[in-house]
T-cell receptor, first 113, second 110 residues
């Protein structure tokens, strides 16, 4: 079966712009989480959605938002981009809200210039 | 506060030697603990979880609540074990939120 698919793979944006990243979970998985990965901070939790509802949110500013659609696909949006938002953004899906582990996508590499 | 600490950034061993990747956590409740692995140019993937008490690719991990540790062990390292290893914690009432350690890079030399 298809894995977790993230699009686009690479993105270059200018400071001040906004960006939308997309994630298609494994078929049947209703829980989708997002993480930011940077060399300095490592893997940091952004938010988690389950059945279109945000269940958990990490410690990120309000510029970071997300949503989940009825087909479990998820998007995350970052507005007013800052240089420090340059990172690998990972999406992960799970059948049981993570208790059986998450399956990760390859990520979207965002570079803010 | 919930925290996961992996004290070693890099662990280098020779093929056939035992391996122990350390993980300590801080959490007042009953956590779910996981080890994730990322091989070169591959996705982050689940290696094992404490609740299943299984051995994957020869690796085992035991949850020690007294020492708040979840160390990953393998008796005989193989070159293909070289990868980045992340320990992660999920709080009982926050199943969708994983708190990751900073990761340990394991290098197995021939």
């Amino acid at each position: 079966k298809a894995g977790v698919t993230q699009t686009p793979r690479y993105l270059i944006k200018t400071r001040g712009q906004q960006v939308t990243l997309s994630c298609s979970p494994i078929s049947g998985h209703r829980s989708v989480s997002w993480y930011q990965q940077t060399p300095g901070q490592g893997l940091q939790f952004l938010f988690e959605y389950f059945s279109e509802t945000q269940r958990n949110k990490g410690n990120f500013p309000g510029r970071f938002s997300g949503r989940q659609f009825s087909n479990s696909r998820s998007e995350m949006n970052v507005s007013t981009l800052e240089l420090g938002d340059s990172a690998l953004y990972l999406c992960a899906s799970s059948l049981t809200q993570g208790f059986d582990g998450y399956t990760f996508g390859s990520g979207t590499r965002l570079t803010v210039v | 506060a919930q925290r996961v600490t992996q004290p070693e950034k890099l662990l280098s061993v020779f093929k056939g030697a035992p391996v122990e990747l350390k993980c300590n956590y801080s959490y007042s409740g009953s956590p779910e603990l996981f080890w994730y692995v990322q091989y070169s140019r591959q996705r982050l993937q689940l290696l094992l979880r404490h609740i299943s008490r299984e051995s994957i690719k020869g690796f085992t991990a035991d949850l020690n609540k007294g020492e708040t540790s979840f160390h990953l062990k393998k008796p005989f390292a193989q070159e293909e074990d070289s990868a980045m290893y992340y320990c992660a914690l999920s709080a009982y009432n926050q199943g969708g939120k994983l708190i990751f350690g900073q990761g340990t890079e394991l290098s197995v030399k021939p």
